[in-house]
């Protein structure tokens, strides 16, 4: 080792204890390591809880879903619905100091839109044009009315980055400047995320932790013995199987959500994929028949999540409530298989090799084996699984999607033609149809009326299999006050104190 | 992990025959032949002795305690862990058996030649070798089992093919030892084809370091089957395997601790069995003195 | 004695860089790549078609070689794709990490080996020495990640002495540190133990029959002057130098338990990057512990001829 290696392992050990904890420091347990910290490019769910803390959105959404404003403190559609004003919150600056004008939500949405590696190209999409009319309004022009862009706003396509210091993505990534309620410290990847306090929040009043330090912590058993002993404040994703031990714990609170996730039995229906599946939609009632989502729940989730046959799940006012979920009945299944005329059905379910996923294949494995299909399982790495599930590549696969405020963009991304999620070779004119009028209708009730008929069309089709939507469950010491969770199961830092305070 | 088993030279001719009796007859190797042996008739007759079906789920009877009709208790989808130990002897033992021909039929002749021809060959097949060993073990079975995709078939690849090189450095130094002995020279001498000598002559001289090191790398073997079903680059569900148990185990420590025991004590016991073989074939066919 | 350094250092240098061609092929042949890895739940063909630009992924592959050999040989080890983190600042974060728990874990198989070792080669073939013998070898036969499981029952979820997993850095708070490296050290410590006990034993039983030491016997040295004084520091050379040697085989060992006990250290590095195909960072890691590896063999060499002046020739 040379001398200046040695300096810099020293450097690096004292850069760890000089972000160590204080009395001060909320600790957040998170189950996987973020990837980048750039709003523009990030793709993970642990990513977006860290934005929170880092990066203020133009919009957000509150636990029923509604929009509220954020950075944005009022907006309002023209007559024709093809031009959302947004006027912005006054005196907001940037971590860098660098004040929040309309300026800068021009070059924000220019960034995501146009940035090559950007992920929220697609989101952003139907804006043709951002106006500036003063320092403190924003015009965002579409060439079509598009319902779902104001729930857009709220998550990270929404989130407003310093625009003098977003020049390259690598740097910026792993030095990211936002307007949140806290500032980027230091990152030790895999390991924590530190963020300290921005003393020239907007909001400061409302935040009560001088400092946050994200601990990845994969394991759920780990995370839940930390915040037991006190060594982490918070901890996500408390496993099912734990919940009793937080509950009857004192010391303890657990904060939990309906979630808008929906893990689904994706189905390729291509002429060209060969599976029995593919032309034969009795086939397909036929596995659905032969499964519990009930008993799926209860043995793999402790029954702590909801069993649903739908995308959209109930917590959702798009919800269609006259589809209700079906029994299980293997004799119909069997039936069904008989008359198909194709004797002993063998499918394959793929699926990215993790216990969960791997504990639900197991059990539709065993369901759909009684009712007469022979089932084989296909466990893969992610990315081997991804490339797969890209490729169209697959029979059945365990889909896991985070879902969305908005139901379109989970609705048109798989099943619409052309949808960016749509793998599995599915079209209909009908419900594209039905999709586009979703899209453009901006009154609840009558949204609601389009995607009650999409949910009559698509489960009857079945393009896929819904199978449950995951609650969100959060564990906390019980001297951290005002954490409350909502459907998208980011942990909102804003009114979160010690209890001290 | 690797244990490498001590060159020293190889028993010969007339002695041979009493070694692998005095082989035979030494307490390790009785004491793991058993165990290795009771392991292997489970794996035969497995469906005869498991109670119950290995992969039947019983949603009602998730995780449950050991009882009189669950001796090893039920797993996370209510199968019974009994069931799924005796059945998991065989992804262990395929593992062992595959993983250990696959190297040894590579590493072997690569050790003959280099080791007899030396020069060239010898420098490139050294070199190789030894990138191989630099590598850490478990990183290049983890690396290779990635790369083939996550089964039981290309675990006992990925394994063969990272035990190797110690089968090829191990015959190389063999036959380097022995191959200036007069009776090699000698034959050679009398113009004898090459492939011949290798065969006829220095394979059976070194054969006896060799059958060591086979069966301390079934050890090796099963553990790093153990290991890279537990990272889930195994067996493929709903096929038991000891590794992918105590994988699914260690989430339900606190509710269902016998989960996570059985399939460990299982590898204990094989791998203790094979070790035990070695050392006993180690003492009494690799060396003629009465040492250790 | 300088020659020889020379000679093993340059013989190492081919031996390196066939590691880090071994390791670019192998990576390369892995199913899926970085950019499809880091896609997650909304993949967008276009943005994965940018990064394989972006990284130069959809470069010749000789290319791609010659271009990470040369920025290695300028001491750049790259970007990690996933998070844009420089990877030699990952390494100087990491490897502090496993270094401690492996001479942590040395520390704890010298404790137990080298005195159970010489213990069963001083009563050798009683029972005692079976006795230690088969639980040396038991020591060989435990998987590492159950025994960490094991041990986490115990101290953590039964008795709570002992947080379950996680990682305390030593300058934030030494304590905590101790409490969390312990069980992951004494994981790693156990198959090292039963190596350390093997060599010493069998080294001390050669020994004991040298000359050397029946003079001492015969001049009316108590036994236990015998073994300390004369035996041992000739029976301990080769225990030096296997267990240098085994120091190596540690960072291996680590991979399994740093995932058991979630340890931010270089084993988990390596595992993680494997699957989320983060080529810079595998081949980094790699060729560190390749490199670590040559050198530990190299410096166990030059125990070798230090400590036993005979073979110096």
Sequence with gaps: ?501 | MSGQASPRPAARGGTRRSGVRRALSHPSTMIGGTLVAFFVLVAIFAPLIAPFDPNASDWLGVRQAPSAQHWFGTDDLGRDVLSRVIFGSRASLAAGIVAVTIAISIGVPLGLVAGYFGGVIDAVISRFTDALLAVPFLVLAIALAAFLGPSLQNAMIAIGISAMPVFIRLTRGQVLSIKNEDYITAVRALGVRDRNIILAHVLPNVLAPIVVQVTITMAVAVLAEASLAFLGLGQRPPAPSWGSMLDIARQFLTEAPWMAVWPGLAIIAIVLGFNLLGDGLNDTLTSQSEDS | MLNFILRRILISVPTLLLVSVMVFGLLKLLPGDPALALAGQEPDPAVIEFLRTKYGLDRPLPVQYAKWLGSVLQGDFGLSIRTRLPIGEMIVQKLPVTLQLSLQAMLIALLIGIPAGVFAAIRRGTPVDYIVSLIGLGGLSIPSFWLGIMLILLFAVSLGWLPSGGYVGFFESPLDNLRYTLMPSIVLGTAAAAIVMRHTRSSMIAVLKQDYVRTARAKGLRERIVVTRHALRNGLIPVVTTSTLHLGELLSGAVLTEQVFGIPGFGKMIVDGVFSRDYAVVQAVVMCSALIFLLLSLIADIAYVILSPRLRS
Excluded at chain 1, 22 to 41: E, F, I, K, N, Y
Excluded at chain 1, 481 to 497: A, C, E, F, H, M
């Design chain 1, 1 to 501: 080792m040379t001398v200046s290696m040695k300096l810099t392992v020293l450097a690096g050990l004292m850069a760890i204890s000089m972000a160590s904890a204080s009395a001060q420091t909320l600790r957040v347990g998170l189950q996987d390591d973020p990837d980048t910290m750039d709003p523009a490019t990030g793709g993970t769910y642990s990513g977006r809880i860290v934005f929170d803390a880092l990066c203020d959105k133009l919009l957000d959404i509150n636990e029923k879903l509604e929009i509220v404003p954020q950075l944005a403190t009022a907006w309002s559609w023209n007559d024709s619905n093809t031009e959302l004003t947004l006027k912005l919150r006054e005196g907001v600056t940037f971590h860098d100091g660098k004040p929040f004008d309309a300026e800068a939500v021009k070059a924000n949405i220019e960034r995501m839109q146009t940035l090559k590696e950007s992920k929220r190209r697609s989101e952003l999409s139907p804006i043709k044009q951002v106006e500036v009319v003063d320092p403190m309004t924003v015009v965002l022009k579409l060439e079509t009315p598009f319902a779902p862009l104001l729930s857009v706003l709220t998550d990270r396509a929404g989130m407003m980055v310093s625009p003098s210091a977003a020049t390259s993505t690598d740097e910026f990534a792993a030095n990211p400047v936002c307007s949140g309620p806290y500032q980027f410290e230091s990152r030790s990847a895999r390991d924590k995320i530190s963020l300290k306090k921005y003393p020239g929040y907007w909001n400061a009043g409302e935040i009560g932790y001088d400092a946050i330090e994200y601990q990845v912590i994969p394991d759920s058993t780990v995370r839940l013995s930390r915040i037991q002993a006190g060594d982490l404040d918070v901890a996500e994703r408390i496993a099912p199987t734990d919940l009793e031990a937080i509950r009857s714990n004192s010391d303890l609170a657990l904060y939990t959500s309906a979630g808008l996730a929906v893990s689904h039995l994706f189905i390729n229906v291509r002429p060209e994929a060969k599976g029995v599946l593919a032309d034969k939609p009795e086939l397909r009632k036929a596995l659905e028949l032969s499964l519990d989502r009930n008993a799926i729940n209860k043995v793999a989730f402790n029954g702590e999540f909801t069993a649903d046959n739908q995308m959209i799940p109930p917590s959702s006012v798009y919800h269609s409530t006259r589809h209700p979920m079906p029994e299980r009945d293997v004799d119909a299944a069997r039936k069904l298989i008989e008359d198909s005329g194709v004797s002993n059905p063998t499918i394959e379910i793929t699926y990215e090799n993790s216990l969960t996923d791997g504990r639900v294949a197991q059990i539709i494995q065993s369901m759909a084996q009684e009712a007469g299909f022979t089932v084989n399982l296909l466990p893969l790495e992610t990315s081997s699984a991804i490339e797969r599930y890209l490729a169209g590549n697959f029979e059945l696969y365990i889909g896991n999607w985070s879902g969305r405020a908005d139901p379109d963009p989970t609705l048109y991304t798989f099943f619409g033609t052309g949808g960016s999620q749509n793998l599995n070779g599915y079209s209909s004119p009908k419900l594209d149809e039905v999709l586009i009028a979703a899209r453009k209708e901006l009154d609840t009730d009558a949204r609601k009326a389009l995607y009650e008929q999409a949910a009559g069309i698509y489960l009857n089709d079945r393009p896929t299999i819904p199978l449950y939507h995951p609650t969100w469950f959060y564990g906390a010491r019980a001297s951290v006050k005002g954490i409350s969770i909502y459907p998208d199961g980011i942990l909102r830092v804003t009114g979160v104190k010690p209890a001290s305070n």
